[in-house]
């Protein structure tokens, strides 16, 4: 079916008809709806027989099967990778989608190119994501279309996005007192206790919301990391040092009726004054950002001139990595303690280390005194 589209004037908000012309015609099951932008009606329907013929012949065997919106095609590898994803990176596809569906959801599968991925990744820049986000959500894309046997055609010619690897800080020694001076005085007391073992264990976020008694070993002064976001970060050993431990032998007295399925940080709700009335044990806490933004902002000082530690949670880790390599510590202890597997541990440590300015000055000015060589 030919028609023109109509459309409203910006200016005389009065209704035009579009000049060009576009079909709309159903093709096995799917519906398709493009302008042809010509204004020749003949040539018009010329498009549109030469439209179902490319979809009936296919392209080089690439589009012989049943050709599907890359919403419905999206929707359905969601649907198989929902079994074998982590709840984590399932949120992460699924906010991925949410990026990609406004671009190409209405586009057939098989018609995505190049040259739209490029326009996307235009668009997305000129929305302020990161180049990380929309490698991450490119990355969503060319799994569909992987699925689909069309990404293979599509990957000579799309680029990835160049990243920085020295995305996040560690904390100076200043910003972690004030920090922790500010979580002991949150409403939430579990930020406190949660605070002082990220930054002792290195253990991510959601390694710390999800963590149960079951995975603690106060008597072995030990704790076992659950399902992490990576295979090497699922399971691994971390020992607990004399803050981490006081801090979680202290926090476990608020539960002496504890069970071992129950959350380490779980779910509570406060009152007026700050009093806790009530505590679901089988629900965790979450990701504590109310309490940890507050508690951010309770760390400037008006009348000292100085401002508010502006930091993410995630660099927490990258202080605790950050410390281990000042103190020494080699990159086989690291990727353990981290969780990295052995194939990124020296991209890892350069993207998670950041040794101060003075640890590197001292490490320099030790070579002004060398030790005499016995021979």
């Given at each position: ?9 910006k ?8 000049k060009f ?6 093709f ?10 010509l ?11 030469t ?12 589009r012989?099967?049943?050709?599907k ?11 198989l ?15 991925n ?12 599968a ?14 997305r ?31 000579p010619?799309?680029?990835m ?5 020295d995305?996040g ?6 910003e972690?007192?004030?920090l ?11 930020l ?7 930054l002792n264990?290195?253990?991510r976020?959601?390694?710390?919301s999800?963590?149960?008694w ?5 008597e072995?002064?030990?704790l ?5 976001k990576?295979?090497?970060g ?5 020992p ?16 002496p009726?504890?069970?071992p399925e129950?959350?380490v940080?779980?779910?509570?709700k ?6 806790v009335?009530?505590?679901?044990p ?13 508690a951010?902002r309770?760390?400037a ?26 103190h ?12 990295w ?8 440590a ?14 320099v000015?030790s070579?002004?005194?060398p ?5």
């Amino acid at each position: 079916m030919l028609f023109r589209q109509t459309y409203r004037d910006k200016e005389t908000d009065k209704l035009r008809c579009s000049k060009f012309w576009s079909y709309e015609f159903t093709f096995r099951g799917s519906r398709i709806r493009e302008t042809t932008g010509l204004i020749s009606k003949t040539a018009a329907r010329d498009a549109e027989r030469t439209r179902r013929q490319k979809l009936a012949e296919g392209s080089s065997g690439l589009r012989r099967a049943k050709p599907k919106l890359f919403r419905q095609a999206a929707s359905e590898w969601l649907a198989l990778k929902r079994g074998s994803l982590a709840p984590s990176s399932l949120r992460i596809e699924k906010n991925n989608l949410e990026h990609l569906f406004p671009f190409f959801g209405g586009m057939l599968a098989s018609d995505v190119e190049a040259s739209d991925v490029a326009l996307y990744q235009e668009r997305r820049a000129k929305e302020k994501a990161s180049n990380g986000t929309i490698n991450l959500e490119v990355a969503t894309l060319r799994a569909v279309l992987r699925r689909s046997g069309l990404w293979a055609r599509l990957q000579p010619e799309v680029r990835m996005l160049p990243e920085r690897d020295d995305v996040g800080r560690a904390l100076s020694a200043d910003e972690e007192f004030r920090l922790l001076q500010a979580a002991s005085q949150s409403r939430s007391r579990s930020l406190f206790p949660a605070l002082l073992l990220a930054l002792n264990t290195g253990l991510r976020r959601g390694e710390l919301s999800t963590l149960r008694w079951d995975q603690v070993d106060l008597e072995g002064r030990r704790l076992t990391v659950g399902k992490s976001k990576t295979k090497a970060g699922s399971g691994r050993k971390v020992p607990l040092n004399d803050r981490a431990f006081s801090a979680l032998s202290a926090w476990a007295k608020n539960f002496p009726f504890r069970r071992p399925e129950h959350f380490v940080f779980p779910s509570e709700k406060y009152g007026e004054g700050g009093a806790v009335y009530d505590v679901d044990p089988e629900q965790s806490t979450g990701t504590f950002k109310e309490s940890w933004e507050a508690a951010k902002r309770r760390t400037a000082d008006a009348e000292k001139g100085i401002s508010a530690v502006s930091c993410r949670w995630h660099d927490l880790r990258h202080t605790f990595c950050t410390r281990l390599l000042e103190h020494g510590q080699g990159l086989p202890i690291l990727a353990a303690l981290m969780g990295w597997s052995a194939g990124t541990t020296v991209r890892m440590a350069k993207r998670y280390g950041h040794i101060s300015s003075d640890v590197l000055s001292a490490a320099v000015a030790s070579l002004d005194h060398p030790k005499t060589a016995r021979i």
